[in-house]
């Protein structure tokens, strides 16, 4: 039963023939493996920590040594293999903090290369399935210590890893990113420096309604993700202009580049659009412009994206679920100008190039058409005095710094950390609702004195009865509508350790419902929401359009 587990969770990777486990031979000396576990029920279904040990030491006795990635915990105590591990935690489906790869490369690169190397020495990477964070190391290490090409470390990682016909290696956009990174920052001395950026502002064509759009960067040495920022709606900004190619054009080039500096804009009142054209309000050039500084510690920046409507009983509907991580160094051309980047910039993505849920190509509905982050440098003395930093890799025979690893234990409650990042019902509340109204651009009127709010005010209805979206007038905000964000002491990376908690789940996720049928709810949203899942077939959409109501004059 425990062999049949293993053969359904490893799915599309490759299975050692000799060994029966879910790990590969990237080259001679680099295997790949999914993270091991010494714990029920995990061992049950992964690669049992014992039976790992037992391979490697029958197959190249004690010339072996583990790297993991996980920030979620590796799932076993390091003594369970003697002690031969290196720490790089960061976390699941993200690139890591770029400031990390120096140390990693080096540390393997003494393992397989140093003075007192043996002979037949081997590393083993490995984060929770042994493809994403294991690939991005694999194939930094190739390109930047073997000198292969972006395209055949990416080539023979996915050769050695995966079945045929089932995808590639690594497949998650930023993480690709993050190796084409490598291969400059390999071409040009491997020099990297380390600076405190600004997000100055957000701009978004084509955004659609009830879209949270957040700013978040890496803390604690990159195994924790913190918002930075979520905008609020009195952040927003409405260009003029129905087509958003028309109404602001950004330039590519990252170089003293603003691009809406001087255009022409308004932010008293949402444009009225004509339903009747079928034209979805929200689909405008929009400028997300932050009410105070958000500073982030590292060159790391993540753009998070989420859509919300409105269903019913104080649930919400998930239908979009997207971000993109870059960093501002590279984008700002720091390889090629000898370490001195740009010191502002923009970069630009369009949704489909952007990462899905939980490293998929699936992002649900599209939430925007294309967005572009304006940022800047700031002086290290607003938050961390040290910065800039030039980031050098180790030289052969000098120490190379090592991340603090995350508790072991808590790889068995990793599920947890998922919640809240993909598509479905979840449950409303109030910081989450100021969050999708600030694109929600028919929202306008106010609340009786006195009334309490609607937390879903201006976010897109799906019900049987049809759609509707509530008149809210923007009004003071307050601390219970969002999180506010203040530039805070940020991680070293493995050059200064500080201290910095993990964020705590969301309330929503800690709500509960009571005195209704969760499974009513679920079914009635599903078979009236526009927003179907590219799983559900034709058959199925039509057996469901025989047993919904609808709003007369509704349609599909």
Known sequence: MAFLLRQIVAGPRQKHPEAGLDLCYVTDNIIATSGPSSTFPQRAYRNPTDALVKFLDYKHDTHWAIWEFRAEGTGYPDSEVYGRIRHYPWPDHHPPPFALIP?????????????????????????????????????????????WTVEDALFRFTTRRMRSGFGAGVSIPSQLRWIRYVDRWTKHRKLYVERQVEVVEVHVWGLRDGVKVAIEGYIDEGRTIKNFHTFRRHERIIVDGKDPSSAISPSSNSENSLPLSDTKFKSSEPQQQDSQKGFEAGGNAVIFRPSHPIILPTNDINIDLERRNKAAYGWTMVTSVAHVWFNTFF??????????????????????????????????????????????????????????????????????????????RSAQNSTLSAIGKDLGLRMASPASAVASKASSLRSSGSSPQGKEEDVLVGVKTHWPAGKDVVGHKEGPTTAAEGQQSDPVSAPDL????????????????????????????????????????????????????????????EGR
């Open 494 to 553: 493995g050059m200064t350790k500080i201290a910095s908690p993990v964020p705590t789940m969301e309330a929503r996720e800690e709500g509960k419902l009571s005195g209704v049928d969760l499974g009513s709810v679920v079914g009635t949203v599903k078979s009236n929401s526009d927003d179907v899942t590219d799983r559900k077939t034709g058959e199925d959409l039509e057996t469901r359009k025989q047993h919904v109501p609808r709003a007369a004059g």
């Open 331 to 408: 984008e700002g051309d720091g390889p090629e100008k000898s370490g001195i980047a740009a010191t502002d910039g923009v970069f630009e993505i369009d949704w489909d190039a952007m990462d899905g849920i939980k490293g998929s190509a699936r992002k649900g509905t599209k939430a925007l058409d294309r967005l572009a982050v304006v940022w800047r440098t700031v002086d290290g003395e607003k938050g961390r005095p040290e910065l800039p930093q030039i980031i050098t890799e180790p030289k052969e025979g000098e120490p190379v710094p090592e991340t603090r690893a995350a508790d072991w």
């Open 103 to 147: 140390n990693i490369m080096a540390s393997m690169r003494d393992w397989l290369k140093g003075p007192d190397t043996k002979v037949g020495r081997v590393v083993v990477v490995h984060c929770k399935a042994g493809k994403g964070r294991s690939g991005t190391a694999a194939c930094s290490y190739l390109i930047s210590e073997e000198g």
